[in-house]
């Protein structure tokens, strides 16, 4: 410490102290300990924070490395045609045998796009590829296509819309987002 600050120390070291208080001592004691004595339990917190993250950022145990990220995100939207005019169909939603559904996926980058039922591919024809710019896209552009299974099975459908690499549309470097809807006689 330098001079004056000792000074000023022993000066209030020799004030008597309170009643029932610490030794002036002693409190300059505690005001000289440095503040985080443990400071390797801040690595300690660090770390377990992190292992947290990642097994809340991944909870089915899937991970993200290299060339398997996908190219960008997709996000697939559903209406239902028929006599009753066009409608948005959300999560769950239900969707009468007399209608058919549109389709609308929007995507944030370029790639190749396919729409699924199931394990079915309901957009390109197998055999073709959908490659798209990013921004918003419709089976058949302006004249839209809508799809209605051959035979509508009452119960829950899911269809997905998948981004894959323009290069290889491989599941594994695809982007999928579903959607569950009931189909209703």
């Known amino acids: 410490m330098t001079e004056p600050a ?11 102290a309170p009643a029932g208080g610490p030794e ?7 005001a000289r300990r440095p503040r985080f004595r443990h400071t390797h339990a801040i690595g300690i917190t660090a770390l377990a924070a992190a292992a947290l993250l990642a097994v809340w950022a991944f909870p089915d145990g899937t991970r993200t490395k290299g060339l398997t990220v996908a190219p960008g995100s997709v996000h697939l939207q ?10 948005a169909v959300g999560p ?5 045998g007399d209608e058919r559904l549109l389709f609308e996926v929007r995507t944030d980058a370029p790639g190749a796009l396919f729409l699924t039922e199931g394990e079915a591919r309901v957009w390109p024809p197998v055999g073709q590829r959908w490659a798209v710019p990013a921004g918003a896209h419709r089976p058949g552009g302006d004249t839209l296509l809508s799809w209605r299974p051959d035979a509508p099975t009452p119960g829950v459908a899911r269809y997905a819309a998948w981004l894959c690499a323009a290069d290889a549309p491989d599941p594994a470097r695809c982007a999928v987002d579903t959607v569950e809807v009931r189909w209703q006689p």
Request: charged residues 25%; without cysteine; aromatic residues 0%.
């Open 24 to 30: 002036a001592a002693e409190v300059l004691a505690r």
């Open 92 to 96: 769950g939603g239900g969707v009468s």
């Open 78 to 87: 559903l209406a239902a045609e028929g006599p009753r005019g066009v409608r």
């Open 6 to 16: 000792d000074a000023l120390g022993r000066r209030i070291a020799a004030l008597p």
